[in-house]
């Protein structure tokens, strides 16, 4: 989805040089193992594997590490817990009811492990029709501003469902790229900017904490 296909590069001392895209360093299970074979790993694995990218990539100096993580409560999830300190984690979900069950589940056990939500993001909000500009609530719509507000968490932005992100992704080329007034890139402008705030101030507020203690 950011345009990058390629194994990382192997550096001396066993470390691993992350791809470069869009000014954006990236490492994915994908650059490991590329095409339709799966890699099938038992939760020590995975967890190998999150201490290998956390620990072995040159990172250098960033501004913010996300990691994109698949859905569930599961292994890689408290074993990103337990590795790394973590300044908050994002819940994504489309509006519709069977979704949103998923997405109160991940809210409870972030709140059992001890790590801030800094947000919801409703993706799919809705659909616009192209011929008459109706809009179309294909999987219901507000469901995770109304669980943000439910569970006392900010509610980040909600991302349109349009066949150009889904384009973007595709190809490599983030719709994000035409700028923060470009058409369907504004909305992950906001989202990004609301998270930015929300990062900047719990990172400030678990530093004070550490200080103190």
């Keep these: 989805m950011m345009g990058s296909t390629q194994q990382p590069k192997v550096l001396p001392g066993n470390r691993i040089e992350p791809n470069l895209t869009h000014g954006i360093k ?6 490991i193992s590329p095409g ?6 038992r939760g020590p694995m995975l967890h ?10 040159e990172w250098g100096e960033l501004d ?3 990691v994109d993580l698949p859905p569930g409560t599961g292994d890689v999830v408290i074993s990103l817990v337990q590795t790394v300190p973590l300044t908050g984690a994002i819940v994504v ?3 519709s009811d069977v979704a949103l069950q998923d997405a109160r589940k991940a809210l409870e056990m972030f709140h059992q492990v001890n790590v801030e939500v800094l947000g919801i993001v409703e993706n799919m909000s809705h659909f616009t029709c192209p011929h008459c ?3 179309i609530d294909i999987f219901s719509r507000g469901g995770a501003e109304r669980t943000a ?3 006392n968490v900010p509610f980040l932005g ?3 469902l349009v066949p150009e992100i889904r384009q973007g992704g595709d190809t490599g080329v983030p719709v994000a790229l035409a700028g923060p007034d470009a058409p369907y890139a504004a909305q992950f402008y906001a989202i990004a900017s609301h998270l930015a705030d929300r990062a900047l101030a719990q990172a400030a507020k678990t530093e004070n904490i550490f200080e103190i203690s």
Excluded at 26 to 31: A, D, L, P, R, V
């Design 48 to 57: 190998q594997i999150i201490r290998q990218f956390l620990q072995q990539v």
């Design 149 to 151: 507000k439910q569970f």
């Design 93 to 95: 979900s489309t509006p």
């Design 36 to 41: 339709d074979k799966p890699l099938v790993m």
């Design 26 to 31: 990236t490492i994915s299970i994908g650059y």
């Design 158 to 160: 909600s991302v349109e």
């Design 133 to 135: 500009h109706t809009e």
């Design 64 to 66: 913010i590490l996300l």
